[in-house]
């Protein structure tokens, strides 16, 4: 056997290996979904909420309902932004994973569900519990540090990139604490802009050479 026919079997051993221990069906786009979503909700959410200071200016007068109101559209921003960025990250993992000849289930994938969930969980008990105690300004610094936690947990079983991905939000999240009223921008930045930027360098990193195969 040549060198080259070892280098060859170390190598289908590698990938073996990985795909028995790492979920390496996510797609870089999906990260590039989840961006572009949390970048169209943010502006809508900027505008609704210039809207509400406008009125509020203009009138003088703090109105509790407008305000609760305004909240419960958030809510269901949150909520549509949130069902679109995980539409689109199943739609393109699934697309993938059958590309590759994977399954998009495994025991892997529960290992990354279920490592993400537990903080995802926490985090959304914690803001409800911010909420009901009317500490909104702290729901974007808690949404990227719980969800940066999330990422560094699930990244043990998949690309080590996550991992660095969510410290990042995790670093942003800190300092969002100290900048309370520009929590939107934070947000915008987190879940919008460094999502495309790490859904690009994914797709550059592990799905480019197969694309150009193609």
């Given at each position: 056997m040549t060198d080259q026919q070892h280098?060859?079997?170390l190598s289908d051993i590698k990938r073996i290996m990985d795909r028995s221990s790492r979920y390496i069906s996510l797609s870089g786009l999906s990260g590039v979904c989840a961006g572009i979503s949390g970048l169209v909700g943010a502006a809508i959410a900027h505008s609704w909420i210039r809207d509400y200071y406008t009125r509020w200016e203009t009138s003088g007068i703090f109105d509790k309902?407008?305000?609760?109101?305004?909240?419960?559209?958030?809510?269901?921003?949150?909520?549509?932004?949130?069902?679109?960025?995980?539409?689109?990250?199943?739609?393109?993992?699934?697309?993938?994973?059958?590309?590759?000849?994977?399954?998009i289930w495994d025991k892997t994938a529960r290992n990354v569900f279920y490592s993400g969930l537990i903080p995802m969980v926490a985090g959304a008990a914690f803001i409800a519990g911010m909420v009901y105690n009317n500490l909104e300004v702290l729901v974007a610094p808690a949404c990227l540090l719980f969800y940066g936690l999330a990422l560094v947990n699930a990244s043990k079983y998949t690309f080590g990139d996550i991992k660095y991905f969510?410290?990042?939000?995790?670093?942003?999240?800190?300092?969002?604490?100290?900048?309370?009223?520009?929590?939107?921008?934070?947000?915008a930045f987190g879940f919008g802009v460094l999502h495309i930027v790490y859904g690009v360098m994914?797709?550059?990193?592990y799905e480019r050479n197969a694309s150009a195969e193609d």
């Open positions: 280098l060859n079997t309902q407008d305000f609760n109101i305004l909240k419960i559209k958030l809510t269901i921003l949150g909520l549509i932004v949130m069902g679109l960025a995980l539409g689109g990250g199943t739609y393109f993992t699934w697309r993938k994973a059958r590309k590759d000849g994977l399954p969510g410290i990042a939000q995790i670093i942003l999240g800190i300092i969002n604490v100290f900048y309370l009223r520009r929590g939107l921008y934070f947000w994914m797709w550059w990193k």
